[in-house]
């Protein structure tokens, strides 16, 4: 007689188990988005608002879609895992998005139109979405400049700065002057050097970018164990061969910090650089609502820099796992 036979459980066999799984928070996370749907649809606003029909939907659909999920939630392999884990947030937001809809849309208690509810960035998405997107692309294009360039700057001034005495007597000094002070200090006098504000932007993103990497990048150098260069210069290694084969690699986890830390301070550099010149971007376009007091749209345009920037770190991080997957469990992780 089975073992499962015998304790007289009601499941059988293991397999029996995993198939009556339930995702007990995916049930409540619908739960929250169904109410969310309910109170935007049965409830009256207190101003007219064109897309309340459409977030009741979306509300709607989300609950559907988590309810659908519920019980196939064990069967969806890393997507299941995935969903488990981010389960809480799903209850959060649902519950977020039902205050916000009542003190906004439903009861006026966050005044207009300082605040706009749900479905004034469901109105922005539907009706802006062009200029949104020609905006979020001159953004990383400008981006993606100014992070390249500061990156591979200030990584080539770390190698330097760590390796050489000369360049570390000269350029230490420099790089701890500069390095406390915020890019966006340097506003004026970089308006004025460059001839056109694009240049300018790029400056500033390279400049709050490359500080931070070649600060880590140093001290990644520094650190390197000195076992490591008397074990290659007994092989007859090359200064070349250390700085190439032995310190940059040791290094390279403290790079990959530095980036990490360049990515979040030069993005909002880069909005910051817009406002001041720029004829399109997400800084432009954080400017323009505000001015024309579209503070749906501009909520729209803040949340799609948070879905960039968060977008960019997950690249960045899939980037650091690909390239030092050789040194899980040889460096801290």
């Known amino acids: 007689m089975s073992e499962a036979a015998r304790s007289g459980s009601f499941f059988s066999t293991v397999d029996e188990r995993q198939k009556l799984r339930f995702w007990g928070m995916g049930a409540v996370a619908a739960a929250c988005w169904g109410l969310a749907a309910i109170v935007t649809v049965s409830w009256p606003d207190v101003a007219d608002w064109d897309n309340t029909d459409s977030w009741a939907w979306i509300a709607a659909g989300l609950a559907v879609l988590l309810l659908v999920l519920t019980p196939a939630q ?37 005044p207009r139109p300082f605040f706009s509810p749900p479905q004034g960035l469901v109105d922005a998405y539907a009706e802006d ?31 330097f700065l760590g390796w050489s005495p000369a360049v570390n007597y000269w350029g230490q000094p420099i790089l701890k002057l500069i ?26 993103v390279a400049l709050a970018t490359g500080i931070p990497v070649a600060i880590l990048t140093w001290s990644g150098v520094k650190s390197v164990a000195a076992a490591y260069y008397d074990v290659a210069r ?35 550099v880069l909005v910051v650089a817009e406002m001041m010149g720029a004829k399109a ?53």
């Open 74 to 110: 064990h069967r969806l392999g890393r997507v299941g895992r995935a969903l488990a884990v981010a389960g809480p947030w799903f209850v959060a937001l649902g519950v977020f998005c039902t205050v916000w809809e009542l003190t906004t849309a439903k009861l006026g208690w966050l």
């Open 179 to 204: 390095g406390p002070v915020p890019a966006t200090a340097w506003l004026p006098i970089i308006f004025f050097v460059f001839p056109t504000a694009f240049g300018a932007s790029i400056f500033l």
């Open 281 to 333: 971007g997400l800084g432009w376009y954080l400017q323009w609502a505000t001015g024309y007091s579209a503070y749906g749209n501009m909520y729209a345009a803040l949340l799609l820099m948070a879905l960039i920037c968060s977008g960019l770190v997950k690249l960045l991080f899939l980037a650091r796992d690909r390239l030092l997957s050789w040194q899980k469990g040889l460096v801290a992780w």
């Open 129 to 159: 979405w062009p200029r949104l997107l020609i905006c979020a692309a001159y953004s990383l294009r400008l981006f993606a400049f100014g992070f390249a360039a500061g990156g591979v700057t200030g990584f080539i001034l770390g190698v």
């Open 234 to 268: 007994t092989l007859g290694a090359s200064s070349r061969f250390l700085v190439f084969k032995v310190a940059i690699p040791a290094a390279l986890p403290h790079v990959f910090v530095g980036l990490f830390m360049g990515l979040y301070s030069s993005f909002a």
